[in-house]
C-alpha cells in the first residue's frame, strides 16, 4: 500500500527558511517522479516543482524559481523541498505526489507539472510565512 507523509511545515518569518520531507511507504520513491505542490482555500492546487526518477531535469515553478530545491534521499526513501527567502505569497498547504506505478516515472526523464500526473498524494502540510 503506497503512503506519503509530509512533514516540516510550519510558522517563519518572510526571508527565513523551511525544509520540508515527503517519505514513502510501500514504494520506493527513488522508481517514480515525485511532485510538490501547494494549495490555499479558495485556489487549484498548483505545482511548486518536481524530480524525475532517474537523471533528467528537474522542474521549479516561476514563482519560487532561485528559491527553492528539489532533492532525494534514496537511503531514507525521502524527497525534500528546500525552501529559503519565504514570502508570505508562499503560505498554502504542501503536497507531495507520487506517479507510482510508473516505474522509471510517467514521462521518463521528464516530471509531470501537473496534478493530473500523479495518482498518489500525501495529507499536506501547512506553511504559513508571516510577520
Known amino acids: 500500500q503506497v503512503h506519503l507523509v509530509e512533514s516540516g511545515g510550519g510558522l517563519v518569518q518572510p526571508g527565513r527558511s523551511l525544509r520540508l520531507s515527503c517519505t514513502a511507504s510501500?514504494?520506493?520513491?527513488?522508481?517514480?517522479?515525485i511532485g510538490w505542490f501547494r494549495q490555499v482555500p479558495g485556489k487549484e492546487r498548483e505545482g511548486v516543482s518536481c524530480?524525475?526518477?532517474?537523471?533528467?531535469?528537474?522542474y521549479y515553478a516561476d514563482s519560487v524559481k532561485g528559491r527553492f530545491t528539489i532533492s532525494r534521499d534514496n537511503a531514507k526513501n525521502t524527497v525534500y523541498l528546500e525552501m529559503n527567502s519565504l514570502k508570505p505569497e508562499d503560505t498554502a498547504v504542501y503536497y507531495c505526489?507520487?506517479?507510482?506505478?510508473?516505474?522509471?516515472?510517467?514521462?521518463?526523464?521528464?516530471?509531470?507539472?501537473?496534478?493530473?500526473?500523479?495518482?498518489?498524494w500525501g495529507q499536506g502540510t501547512q506553511v504559513t510565512v508571516s510577520s
Open positions: 505526489a507520487t506517479d507510482y506505478p510508473y516505474r522509471g516515472g510517467r514521462y521518463g526523464t521528464i516530471c509531470g507539472r501537473s496534478r493530473r500526473d500523479y495518482d498518489y
Open positions: 510501500g514504494i520506493t520513491l527513488d522508481y517514480y517522479s
Open positions: 524530480i524525475p526518477s532517474s537523471d533528467g531535469t528537474t
